[in-house]
């Protein structure tokens, strides 16, 4: 999910969006209907309601909102896009397999200690990408954690404070989760990114700007789910800054796509959905 068009895409990509996690701008939401199934259905899913269309723009418009609050105060000088020396042109060289490991340290959950050059800081933005789209972000005792392991000392305090009052017992209500971010009985939350790429637009010797292009899965899985799990393809850019010895977020933003087109295939049901996201493990990802 995200700030940005998980709670609202469309950002201007080239302004900051301090959050920005993929996913809820284009969450499914699907009022029960009187037949059977559980929202997932077998086969190709049925066009929308006007009652569902409505319950969408619902969320899509409390998403944007979200993010215009915690935006709020933010200023141009924390574009994400980079300036200055080390600036690349449209087409770098594209992502490719290097042989190096990945990082054996973590920070809590999330992998730490990477190199200071820009396999590094290409491996640092794409797991740091999952963290900022990952269902803890909306709880608020492992978001502060999160906060405080990624960003730089003078930008968590304050950007806490934005997720704090963006994602509010209201917005979570919105989206069927209770006060600390978890569903309700017999459902199951989900939010999972899998980066697909990356690129290094700037890179100097104590900061780089990179982009990683996403996709995942976002939504709640269960028999009475009204937010079936639905897929989205973004891309975050987030503006890195070497402290100490490692990487650290100064900012991020998110804007849609490149998306592909879907393809015609069986959903899972609501229950195949919850016991893959409870057996299948994330990854460390490296260049």
Known sequence: MSFGDEHGHGNDPGRTTDGGFGGMGQTRTRLPDGGGGDGYGGGRRPQRSSRSLVAVVG??????AA???ANRGGGGDNDASGSGGGDRAAGSEPTSASGVKPVTGKNGAIPSGFAKDEQGAESAAANY?????SADILRPAAREQIMRQLFVPDRAADLEAKFDAAYD?????KIGLDENGNAAEGLTYVSRTAPVGTKVTQFTDNSATVEVWCTGVFGTA???STNPVTNDW????LKLQWLGDDWKVESFAQKDGPAPVNADRTASNADEIAKAVEEYGGFTYAR
């Not at 990408?129 to 789209?133: E, I, Q, S, Y």
């Not at 973004?234 to 850019?237: G, K, V, Y």
């Open 169 to 173: 017992k209201a917005f979570l209500d």
């Open 67 to 69: 993010i215009a609050f």
């Open 59 to 64: 969320v899509v418009v409390l998403l944007i």
């Open 222 to 224: 269960g028999v009475s």
């Open 129 to 133: 990408a999952v963290a900022l789209v």
């Open 234 to 237: 973004f891309t975050m850019t």
